[in-house]
């Protein structure tokens, strides 16, 4: 039998009970590893990572644990290839598609990092400035923000076993909050060799960070009253998450980031030929085949105008034919597999739901795989289909296929086409392709209710844009409605959530000391 690999909770390694829960390569099919948690006591794990790694957090001033970030990033930066060589194994990713979850991770601590260091050697985060409560400024309010004194459990999915830790953990440790991570079960293994790489560093104070490898049970049940919970993953599970009986009871922080049906609108100046055309159907592209289609923030629905739907359609087609698909150990291969064989069931299902009320319009699903045996290799090639029913197809504005996967929309006019991307009832990214500023600007406004980020693209920014579905520390990650209402990153906005408000009101002398208080 292949390795155990243990769980790191109370302070040292533990390995599960349990046989344990092979890991797979899902172009190979062979066994990596095992993650089992059974057995584990999780009452004494969280008691730990509350008392004794928040106790340790808290002492430190941001700048202090702003520095710990810092040596985080540079024990992964030392490991680096290593975790190349894992996500290609357990998670089918072709290099660059790796880089965009373990050096996005990387980046994205040492963005914190900085951000942390030129807060200071405070304890006590200011929130805005005193104000007086009566005629006289003798008695004062000023609001200021706090650790929460209890601990951050992070339930992450499979889709992005590094960023996905370190994108939550960089702001829960920078704001003084012990991590318990447990990770998608499918790619466990890069997040647990990450946490076991920094703690063989003895970077961190003891209890500051923990991981729990295998089934979730149990963990939510450890929730206490100031614990905060962020999930990423379904809206089925996001919702039993919110109605927990630790989370109803406790009142615990809960952030859910779920599925979504995220879009992309070509606006009607955007002819066939023009600049903004053509990159809308580069990135409609690049978000379909980027790990295999297998983000949140990728581009399942495409609004175009409807007399361009066409010319769309095989322009985005044309370019998915270039794509070569297959083992991702192949330097001609540029897109690798999906997860599991679970998932790759989950798409082919998926698609047959969508085909009901949508065409095929490219297929790239029974193409050869490079280097892969079909028998065995979760692969699965990029898959555009369209209807002419936008309003009618109402599985496309409802099913989400996490992976290779996309929908064409024709709309009549602008107003059509803001109503067909708030049919996906709250998202997290939508992104505009125009030369037009001025149309850009309203069409970005009315669409900011229903989207946590517009992506908005015109030929000035097509060569330095961040990407549709590249997910920057600067800005907001996180969708109202089907999205799970959730918020994270955002620069600084991202320490709120492991932060407690609350009023001082007293003497302005008192108040002058808050801000440095230890």
């Known amino acids: 039998m292949t390795e155990l690999l243990p769980n790191f909770v109370a302070g040292r390694w533990q390995a599960g009970s349990g046989e344990g829960v092979p890991l797979f390569d899902p172009v190979l099919g062979t066994e990596l590893a095992r993650v089992d948690a059974t057995g584990l006591d999780l009452a004494s794990a969280f008691g730990f990572a509350r008392d004794t790694g928040g106790a340790a957090l808290r002492a430190l001033t941001y700048r202090e644990r702003a520095a710990l970030l810092g040596s985080i990033v540079k024990v992964l930066q030392a490991n680096r290839d290593l975790y190349y060589d894992i996500a290609t194994a357990n998670s089918g990713t072709v290099k660059n598609d790796s880089a965009v979850d373990i050096d996005g991770a990387i980046f994205t601590l040492g963005q914190y990092a900085r951000w942390g260091e030129a807060l200071g050697d405070v304890r006590v985060l200011a929130d805005g400035d005193a104000v007086k409560l009566g005629k006289e400024p003798v008695f004062q309010s000023r609001h200021i923000q706090v650790p929460t004194p209890g601990v951050a459990l992070l339930i992450n999915a499979f889709n992005f076993p590094s960023w996905g830790l370190w994108e939550k953990a960089a702001p829960a440790l920078l704001s003084g909050v012990p991590v318990i991570v447990k990770p998608g079960t499918s790619t466990a293994w890069l997040t647990q060799r990450m946490v076991r790489d920094v703690v063989d560093a003895g970077v961190l104070p003891a209890g500051a960070l923990s991981v729990i490898c295998g089934s979730s049970q149990g963990l939510m049940d450890q929730l206490q009253v100031f614990d905060v919970v962020s999930f990423t993953g379904s809206a089925e599970t996001g919702a039993v998450i919110r109605s927990h009986p630790s989370v109803s009871k406790h009142s615990v922080r809960a952030n859910i ?30 978000e379909m085949t980027v790990k295999s289609g297998q983000k949140c923030t990728a581009i399942r629905r495409v609004m175009v105008p409807a007399a361009h739907y066409d010319a769309v359609a095989e322009a985005i087609g044309a370019k998915l034919a270039a794509i070569t698909v297959g083992n991702p150990r192949n330097e001609s291969v540029r897109m690798g597999s999906l997860v599991s064989r679970a998932q790759l069931n989950a798409v082919r299902e998926g698609l047959e ?6 065409g095929v319009l490219y297929d790239g699903s029974q193409a050869p795989l490079v280097d892969a045996d079909p028998a065995m290799a979760c692969c699965i090639g990029p898959v555009l289909l369209g209807t002419r029913d936008a309003d009618g197809a109402e599985r496309v504005h409802e099913v989400e296929v996490f992976g290779p996967v996309a929908t064409l929309l024709p709309y009549r006019d602008i107003d059509h086409a803001v109503a067909l991307a708030h049919r996906g009832q709250g998202s997290l990214v939508t992104s505009l392709y125009s030369a037009d500023d001025a149309a850009l600007g309203q069409v ?53 959530f492991y932060h407690r408000r609350s009023a001082i009101q007293a003497s302005p002398e008192v108040l002058a000391r808050l801000g440095t208080a230890s």
């Open 257 to 286: 980031e779920a599925d979504s049906l995220n879009s992309a609108l070509l606006l009607p100046d955007a002819a066939p030929g023009s600049e903004a055309f053509d990159l809308l159907v580069r990135e409609v592209v690049r």
């Open 353 to 358: 739901v969508l085909k009901a009320q949508a």
């Open 444 to 496: 970005a406004v009315q669409l900011a209710a229903s989207h946590g980020r517009v992506h908005v693209i015109t030929p000035a920014v097509g060569k330095t844009h961040t990407g549709h579905g590249n997910v920057m520390p600067m800005s907001l990650h996180g969708g109202p409605g089907r999205a799970g209402g959730g918020a994270e990153l955002g620069g600084l906005r991202a320490l709120d």
